[in-house]
């Protein structure tokens, strides 16, 4: 099998055989069967094309590879590691991307896990989800954050990330198109899934993790740990007493009071730098045309998006943060007095505006009192600065924010469901993020002109990353407790739904490895895909 690098197929084409053929300068039955392993858009030149990266079999491969662009390749599965010995039911408290994964690994490897999550199933969760949006009615353990799935159920879906792990990504991948996903997600150079995607992707994991025998518990809140001599023997929860000698604490990076209950039991928790900022919205029609030119609009083009990255001259960085394309500006708070927001997609992508974080970098300096927990008060401190009744947003337009005069009227529509109040921003931050978001907007403005005059900024922003982080050693646990595995976004070690999934996956691994490695093997499904 061979690997090769841009393949070149027009906007309105499909890559096949007769296009592989054209870069090897062979027939194409030359080519017996072939699978992409990478789309991106080729900018090059005066036309846009798509590039790809595709991994075929094709007829006395050696002839090929000296040219260029063309190298030995191979595809790898993932394969299951299996545990030597019986061992205790697992428990895994979190169901966002990284305690799904992990609760999948340990039930594909026969280990039955139990999966506690405070929030209620997908389809329960999305109906409060609706509630909130349409009449401010904040549920605090069935929202935004809490509940199935996890954060990124409602979010753009994203599946961009830049950790180096391929064979557990692809495994996610794989999961995630048996549940239901669109296939192109294994190729494509910037997946997503959409909200609409995931909400009904999400249950389907859920039912095979039953289907191996996996227990789920819902609106069942992780309480406190049983610890005795250094070793976990099992959980506090509001549904009572779970006995377990290992747990995956995928605990999401809004769980305050959880985290909390841990510190007063001795594990060991970090401050950690994160970012707050704003939500910007522009319209969508205006991005395509700087990103796509005279190709905007185009069929086989999705709604453009964008990334921007700045530093400031107080050293800070200003970049963006999950940006959604035609998507819409919501409301993610978990207590009421407090407005958190984040941005959203549907699978289509189909909204007038696009919306972006833009976040300023807070280091540890600006909020560390002495407690590992500021983090935490610094965001809800903020969030509460933010609130208006009916969690309405304060917003403006950033034309006016960089002039520093009085906020007029909108220079578009704001999606944000809740309604908006237009008011000077300035109030909302230090002068430090002040002086960085108005640099970096010049900046960003400088490489997406019309960036401050059509733009408008809806805070705050402050859920892009956990404060904390909950230290473990190399082999997965915590340094303070044996059978504790810290995971995901919320535990310090991953930011976005790749990353969390692939921590959950890799402490599943930790997990079984405790009991040694009887073999490994590929699970049903993982099959070669070669076309």
Known sequence: ???????????????????????????????LSFEIERESLDARGDRLAFSYTVLADVRRPERFLRMKDVSEGRKEAYCLPLPEKEADRPLVAGFGPAGMFAALILAEAGMRPVVIERGRPAEERAKDVEAYFREGILDPESNVQYGEGGAGTFSDGKLTTRIKNNVRIQKVYEELTEAGADPRIRYQARPHLGTDALQKIVPEIRKKILSLQGEILFSCRLESLDIRNGQLQGVHTSKGYIPCTDAVLALGHSAFETFSSLL?????????????????????????????????GHPALSAASYSLTFRSSNGRGVYSFCMCPGGTVIPVSTEEGALAVNGMSYAARSGQNANSAILVQIPKKDFDRGHPLDGFLAQRALEQKAYRDGFRAPAMNIRDYMEQRAPGETVIPSTFPRGILMEDMHRLFSDPVNASLQEGFLDFDRKIPGFIQNGIMVGAETRSSSP????????????????????GEGAGYAGGIVSSAVDGIRQAENIIRRYGIRETREPEGQEDRLK
Do not use: N, W
């Not at 027009?10 to 080519?31: E, M, N, V």
């Open 1 to 31: 099998m061979i690997r090769i690098h841009q393949v070149m197929c027009p906007l309105s084409g499909t890559p096949d055989r007769k296009h592989i053929a054209k870069k090897l300068r062979c027939s194409p039955q030359d080519i």
């Open 264 to 296: 007063s039991q001795g594990i060991v928790i970090e401050q950690k730098d994160f970012a707050a900022g704003v939500r910007v919205e522009h319209p969508q029609a205006m991005i395509d045309r700087r990103q796509y030119g005279e190709y905007a």
């Open 468 to 487: 904390v982080r909950m230290v473990r050693t190399d082999s997965g646990e915590s340094i303070s407790c044996a059978g504790v595995y810290p995971c």
